[in-house]
């Protein structure tokens, strides 16, 4: 955990005021300001990542339902149905369609225009869905990739700081 500890505000502070060590760990061990702005880079990236591979789960899932809906309603379409009761089931159970929007069986040309209609809107819905959810995976991995850019750009900058001071001294 990272604690803030006194600082002096003072930009020419005496040698004794810590001026530089902002903040230090539970153990006390002293970070910089670039430290610290560096790990919450990275931190920030982390969680993005996470964020990231949450949604693409979601998003496999989201592809595996518009795949089934989609092989059910090309039977429909095709008057090719011989699950009727198995279709029926998925529509109202998983896709959310209400019992009164579908035909009680899929004889006519008619009940089965009915179904197609009632699946077409729910698979319209998930592909737009699927759309956004691609959108904001994109924007997740750009925020993730400016964070560790970030992060690392300080590290890099740390590092060159401490060898600059190295020759000086």
Known sequence: MIE???????????????????????????????????????????SMEAQTVRRMNTMNGNTDLIETASGYLSQLANGNVSNWPEISSFMTGTLGITA??????????????????????????LTRQAQ???????????KRDVAFTTGTNLVKEIGASSNNIAQVL
Do not use: F, H, W
Request: charged fraction near 20%; aromatic fraction near 4%.
């Open 100 to 125: 009164a929007e579908l035909p009680a069986n899929v004889t006519t040309y008619a009940d089965r225009m009915k179904a197609v209609n009632a699946m077409k809107v729910k698979l319209e819905a």
């Open 132 to 142: 956004e959810d691609m959108i904001e995976v994109q924007s997740l991995i750009n």
């Open 4 to 46: 803030s500890v006194q600082i002096a505000t003072n930009r020419y502070a005496p040698d004794s005021a810590q001026a530089i060590n902002m903040y230090k760990l539970d153990g006390g061990d002293s970070l910089t300001l670039g430290q610290l702005m560096a790990a919450v880079c990275i931190k920030a990236g982390a």
